[in-house]
């Protein structure tokens, strides 16, 4: 399922998941970014900041704006993807939006108001209503051209269409869901076999988006739209237009992902262009050896008409004849068993579509198909949802009086969220006549139980909060602030509630559990997988970012890192002696992305400042006074400034991460308060770096891994070097967030990937030089067939920028530009060794003049 979503305080239409309550008009976030239209607009999407999965927005109808409505992404689009699909109001001319850095990245969808085509507009017994491509209107130029909205939207690969190959981890994405889909590629390879692939049209024109076959098709499956039905006065073919462009230009796939889209009249469209068993893009790792079929509607809030259900068993027994499935046999499809080959999404992965009143009815529906009855009736049970109950439809004044002075809401009282899940909520704060001193309370919080996060939007942090909220800065007399608060629930369902300024919110934890996983921010956690003891009461002023690239060097910051002589030492017993074997010796030292107060557990004895501790001891790392505190079932172990963690006999040590998991560490692990914040360092031999680094899994080829291996040492040691500091005056030289450094995963990826750790031992201490100095080896996704330059990625003065010129990648032609396009694509690395080319050849290909 691919979600989309229908914004309507005016047309009354909601859907299940817009469960955030809308921002009053007195506290419109500040800044925000307003896109005006030419014309008006039927839907849009967002590309999302990579530090948040959330935004704001508003809408212009009629010459006046809507209240403020709040975006959180349901799981299936995380932080620096595409947000899902926002339908707007008939008429909107403008859009506003908090939570985004440019118009660039607001990415809006007129679609065609023309009528279908219909040739033979009859509807037999046996076969439904099919509307072709031509029919509906879809705009065949996105199959070839790469409109200028696509090219500004997200740079990292789309795992929810691209399962042909193995995809790598993007930041906000969850590990497992990908480490899971590599397990399968290795298992069945055969049901991932392609039979063929189209590059281009009969004319000659190249497809971004190359149509490649299954060996043979295994099942049939069922999604929703997410797409709220009723009440849209739109018909279905704009919707599905803007379903079609929604795929193709702001998710850049080039086609829509779905086989054939059922609508609420049960006509039937024609979705992925190609014929029969094409691969489609609905299902992460299930696309290859399936044909996808989505029903227009939201069926968690709204049942299926039975004219739909009608088509779609029509259809079902017409691909089934098709493909020759046998409907009264179990099916077997990536080591699973089904009673049917007629599957639901939520068969396959871990997800609420195909909703819940349409996957009540599926039974039956494949009952009926299998009888021949197709044009039986389907009794669906009644949504679990009403769409009254979201979005500004609870909203109603709180009464004068109830909350502190000064403080103002409007919006829900009663909140209801998904385990795990978050949820935004805004208060207006105004001085009074004097104004307002930065550092003054302006609220006071009390939670039912610690089980329940509270975290201030600064802006740029999410702050946790326990006592009581501060004002951010001086504030004159009548201005108004707006105070962002995010909810984060428990992982159990139940009631809660809390008290801020006086205002109760009762809070209602139930449903599936919500995709984790982004970053709050460079030092801290997912909210919803901290771990801490009860903490002590305390107040949250909301305070800057750091923000260590424009940082003077801090002695005290630096107290007791050691320095390049000792830290970055060379081994005269290395073999060589020269730049290669001192590469080798260096140790690196990564922040790591552990929770607010992280456990460290010794599976072997442990050292910890020179006290041995004997193997299963768990520590619990707290900050106190700027000290970092270790304590043991309850008891202080250990305090001081720094406190270092060794495994003896090359052991490691297991911290629970932002996923809620536990990762495994080699090395040293030192713990320090930095700002006021606990950090957690990994201080290790480079090489044992390297052979954690989640960036080349075993699907790729081994002199693609092996080049790559090769750029990414040398882009961590050039950072390493004391005049090119990624984070001058702190003491770590990268961090294990891919989004400002590089993916390092630890132990875990080192075991799950011995092909990638052959790949960087047979490359050990190679790095790239220019001239006898380290360059910084950029590299990315994928290319539209041409590497850009660094000036035409906006990098200006970068070092030895002759090196990255524009060149020809014809390995990644139909494809379109993922990343910063500067340096090496994984595209062309993947093309270039698959024709047997070595990891030197490429790297002299994308990085010439550069030395091994």
């Keep these: 399922m691919n979600r989309l979503r229908f914004t309507s305080t005016a047309l009354n239409i909601f859907l299940c998941f817009s469960l955030l309550p809308a921002v009053p008009s007195f506290a419109a976030p500040v800044p925000f970014i307003q896109k ?178 299954s060996s043979s098709v295994k099942l049939l499956v069922v999604h929703h739209s997410a797409l709220v039905v009723s009440g849209d006065p739109r018909p279905a073919a704009e919707r599905v237009r803007a379903l079609y462009k929604y795929h193709a230009v702001n998710k850049g796939w080039g086609d829509i992902g779905y086989h054939f889209i059922v609508d609420e009249d049960g006509v039937v469209y024609e979705g992925r262009m190609g014929g029969a068993a094409v691969v489609g893009g609905h299902a992460y790792c299930n696309n290859i050896g399936t044909i996808g079929i989505v029903l227009l509607g939201n069926f968690e809030i709204e049942s299926p008409s039975q004219r739909q259900a009608q088509g779609l068993q029509k259809l079902l027994k017409n691909l089934a004849l098709q493909y020759g499935l046998s409907l009264d046999q179990s099916a077997q499809f990536h080591g699973k068993t089904f009673p049917s080959p007629i599957v639901g999404h939520g068969d396959l992965l871990s997800t609420l579509c195909p909703g819940y009143s349409l996957s009540s009815g599926l039974s039956q529906i494949v009952s009926n198909v299998r009888s021949g009855k197709l044009t039986g009736s389907v009794a669906f049970a009644a949504p679990r949802k009403d769409s009254s109950s979201s979005s500004s439809a609870g909203t109603m004044p709180v009464a004068a009086g109830k909350l502190a002075e000064g403080l103002s809401f409007v919006g829900r009282t009663s909140i209801a969220i998904n385990p795990g899940g978050k949820q935004r909520i805004s208060f207006g704060y105004t001085a009074g006549a004097s104004g307002a001193y930065e550092g003054k309370k302006i609220a006071e919080v009390r939670l039912s139980s610690p089980k329940i996060q509270l975290l201030v939007d600064d802006g740029i942090n999410w702050i946790p909060v326990t006592k009581g909220i501060l004002l951010q800065s001086d504030l004159p007399a009548h201005e108004t602030s707006n105070i962002q608060l995010i909810v984060v629930a428990p992982t159990d369902t139940g009631s809660f509630w809390m008290e801020i300024g006086g205002q109760r919110f009762d809070i209602k934890v139930e449903g599936r559990r919500a995709r984790t996983g982004e970053y709050i921010n460079q030092f801290g956690g997912d909210p919803a997988r901290i771990v801490r003891p009860k903490p002590e009461p305390r107040e949250t002023k909301i305070i800057p970012r750091i923000r260590p690239q424009s940082r003077a060097p801090t002695p005290a910051l630096s107290a007791g890192r050691p320095d390049s002589s000792s830290a970055h030492s060379t081994s005269s017993g290395q073999a060589g002696g020269g730049e290669t074997s001192r590469e080798s010796s260096r140790r690196i030292r990564i922040r790591l992305s552990a929770s607010v107060s992280p456990v460290l557990t010794f599976p072997q004895r442990g050292i910890v400042e020179g006290t041995n501790v004997p193997a299963g001891t768990a520590l619990t790392l707290l900050s106190k006074n700027n000290e970092c505190v270790a304590m043991k079932n309850g008891e202080l172990f250990a305090a001081n400034s720094i406190l270092r963690f060794s495994s003896t006999n090359t052991g490691v040590i297991n911290v629970n991460s932002i996923a809620g998991k536990n990762r495994s560490y080699k090395g040293t692990l030192e713990c320090r308060v930095i700002v006021g914040v606990l950090t957690v360092i990994n201080e290790l031999p480079i090489e044992e770096y390297m052979a954690g680094l989640a960036e080349e899994p075993d699907s790729e080829p081994y002199e693609k891994q092996r080049a790559f291996a090769i750029a990414a040492r040398t882009y961590a040691a050039y950072y390493m070097e004391s005049e090119n500091r990624k984070f001058p005056g702190l003491p770590y030289d990268g961090s294990d967030d891919p989004s400002e450094f590089q993916a390092y995963a630890g132990v875990e990826f080192t075991g799950s990937n011995p092909n990638w750790q052959r790949a960087v031992a047979s490359t050990a201490g190679s790095v790239l030089r220019f001239n006898g100095e380290l360059i910084k080896p950029p590299y990315f996704s994928s290319d539209d067939g041409r590497t850009r330059s660094p000036l035409e990625a906006g990098w200006k003065n970068f070092p030895f920028a002759d090196i990255f010129s524009s060149k020809q990648d014809p390995w990644c032609k139909g494809q379109v530009l993922r990343g910063h396009g500067v340096g090496m694509s994984g595209c062309g690395a993947r093309g270039q060794a698959l024709q047997g080319r070595s990891a030197e050849q490429i790297l002299q290909y994308y990085y010439p003049g550069a030395r091994i």
Excluded at 45 to 60: A, D, K, T, V, W
Excluded at 84 to 108: C, F, Y
Excluded at 109 to 129: E, N, Q
Aim: with cysteine.
């Design 36 to 213: 005006n239209f030419t014309e008006p607009i039927d839907a849009f999407s967002i590309r999302l900041p990579l530090e948040s999965s959330s935004f704001q927005y508003q809408y212009l109808l009629s010459g006046t704006w809507s209240s403020w409505e709040n975006y959180e992404s349901d799981g299936d689009s995380g932080s620096g993807e595409e947000s899902e699909l926002l339908m707007v109001p008939l008429g909107t001319t403008a859009i506003r939006i908090d939570g985004v850095a440019s118009k660039k990245d607001i990415h809006e969808i007129v679609v065609s108001k023309d009528p279908v085509r219909v040739r033979v507009a009859s509807m037999t017994d046996i076969a439904p209503m099919t509307l072709s491509r031509r029919e509906w209107g879809a705009d065949e130029t996105y199959l070839f051209e790469t409109p200028r909205a696509e090219a500004e939207t997200k740079t990292e690969v789309d795992a929810s269409k691209g399962d042909n190959g193995i995809v790598t981890a993007t930041p906000g994405q969850p590990d497992r869901r990908i480490s899971d889909c590599n397990t399968a590629v290795k298992n069945y390879a055969s049901e991932f076999r392609i039979k063929s692939t189209i590059t281009k049209d009969p004319s000659g024109r190249t497809y971004r988006w190359s149509p490649q076959y």
